[in-house]
């Protein structure tokens, strides 16, 4: 019976232990402590649930921790330095409300709501207010970010504010799903490398999206809608760019899509709708603009003659009061490739039924020198009077060739291959002449 009695009280002694073991990983803020001592108490590898109240910054974290809020939740910073800082690997932050980060410009480093120093950081489902950047990435690499919001102080303010999310030679992050609004830039990339910007939406930024100096990054499914400028690459190589909507961005010399002392990008089934220049290319060189929807632009794509080697195929120009404009002179593009051009949405001849303009399409225009002479010819391009201008001047025969296009795409739909037609009429063909020699045995 004794032995018995003692093998029941090593069994709960060993239970409570058990128990202990799982209790250390989550630490619950219920007491109204500060929330770094909650930080400190919390072990390697554990969980800090947070309540439905304001809890003061600001705080650092030094070893990998995952952060969980509630709604409601929120820490604040003291107007000073980084709310956040995330000195450690493997850092998580769930559910929380940031505010509060310095706001100088003349201090050793520019602050920001959460400032990420570490690798392998995970921030979901955060609000960032009232602070100079929103997330801000320093030297590190595989930070996962998802649904995010940051909101600036407006257009009015850009000078005094920094970006939404700001990465600094970083590399191989991800950002989905998130909302930035009125910041300098919503996400700024700089020397920084192999970075995923998918499903977010910028707007009223000065440029949704910023590239300087960065790498082999890709960007899709994205929305830019009344910016400045939707995304700017400047100085990048290699990046692509897909299923993108750029919209309502206008302006002074305002933009969708600009791309800029730039090679190899490949800007593939974007739509550029409703802004002032759908598409801006200036000295760059080597890129492809296939697939893409230009439509009801003031201008669809203005190519200066610093750009060169491009190739654009089966794009759509639609309703733009411009479709194509280079300034500066001739340049060396091209307008098709392998057989196929794009779609100009203006009257061909297609006899042989193929898909593609029995003849060339050269279209024209005679605003490039005006542009070119007068940067406040971009102000007037709304104006009935640019219509006029363009009519007259094509009265006069003073229009200059914009575009040449030897297979213009008769319609929207894609243009059909004629020797895959042949091949499948020859192979319905002996098909029918088998079926008819097996009915006739």
């Known amino acids: 019976m004794e032995g018995s009695c003692k093998m029941k009280r090593r069994l709960l002694m060993f239970t409570l232990v058990i128990c202990s073991f799982f209790i250390a990983g989550v630490v619950s803020a219920d007491e109204d402590i500060l929330l770094q001592q909650l930080i400190e108490e919390t072990p390697t590898g554990g969980i800090l649930e947070l309540e439905d109240k304001t809890y003061t910054g600001n705080i650092a974290i030094s070893k990998p921790i995952t952060i969980i809020g509630k709604e409601g939740t929120s820490i604040e910073g003291g107007g000073t330095g980084n709310v956040i800082e995330i000195r450690s690997d493997g850092v998580t932050l769930d559910t929380l ?32 207010t009232n602070s100079f950047h929103g997330i801000f990435l320093n030297k590190s690499k595989n930070t996962r970010m998802s649904n995010i919001t940051v909101v600036g102080h407006g257009a009015n303010q850009l000078g005094t504010q920094g970006n939404g999310i700001h990465i600094m030679r970083s590399s191989e992050n991800y950002i989905d799903n998130s909302y930035l609004e009125k910041t300098r830039d919503g996400i700024y990339v700089e020397y920084s490398h192999n970075n995923f910007i998918d499903n977010n939406t910028m707007t009223d930024t000065r440029y949704g999206l910023h590239y300087m100096y960065s790498n082999y990054n890709s960007f899709k499914e994205n929305n830019f809608i009344k910016n400045v400028g939707g995304a700017a690459i400047m100085h990048s190589d290699h990046i692509h760019l897909e299923d993108n909507k750029f919209s309502f961005n206008q302006g002074s010399r305002s933009f969708g899509l600009l791309i800029q002392t730039s090679r190899d990008i490949h ?13 801006y290319l200036e000295q760059s060189t080597s890129n492809r603009i296939e697939g893409n929807d230009f439509f009801q632009n003031e201008i669809g794509i203005e190519l200066w003659t610093s750009s060169t080697s491009h190739v654009f195929i089966k794009n759509h120009f639609n309703k733009n009061k411009v479709h194509a404009l280079t300034v500066g002179g001739e340049s060396n593009n ?25 003849d060339p399409l050269e279209y024209s225009s005679s605003l490039s020198e005006l542009v070119e002479e007068n940067e406040l010819a971009y102000l007037f391009l709304a104006s009935p009077a640019i219509t006029i201008y363009e009519k007259a001047n094509d009265l006069l025969t003073q229009h200059k060739v914009m575009a040449f ?17 042949g091949v499948g009429i020859i192979l319905a063909g002996v098909g029918v002449y088998v079926y008819r020699r097996r009915a006739l045995r």
Not at 270 to 276: G, V
Not at 346 to 356: A, F, R, S, T
Not at 405 to 420: L, Q
């Open 97 to 128: 409300a940031i505010s509060g980060s310095g706001m100088s410009r003349s201090s050793q480093e520019e602050h920001s709501g959460v400032r990420v120093m570490a690798n392998d950081a995970i921030l979901t489902n955060l609000t960032i």
């Open 267 to 279: 800007v593939l089934n974007n739509e550029f709708h409703l802004n002032q220049r759908g598409l």
């Open 334 to 358: 091209d307008w098709f490739e392998n057989g196929v051009g794009n779609y100009w949405n203006m009257p061909l001849l297609d006899l042989n039924q193929d898909g593609i303009g029995d």
């Open 405 to 421: 296009d030897k297979y213009p795409i008769m319609s929207e739909r894609k243009p059909i291959n004629v020797a895959s037609v």
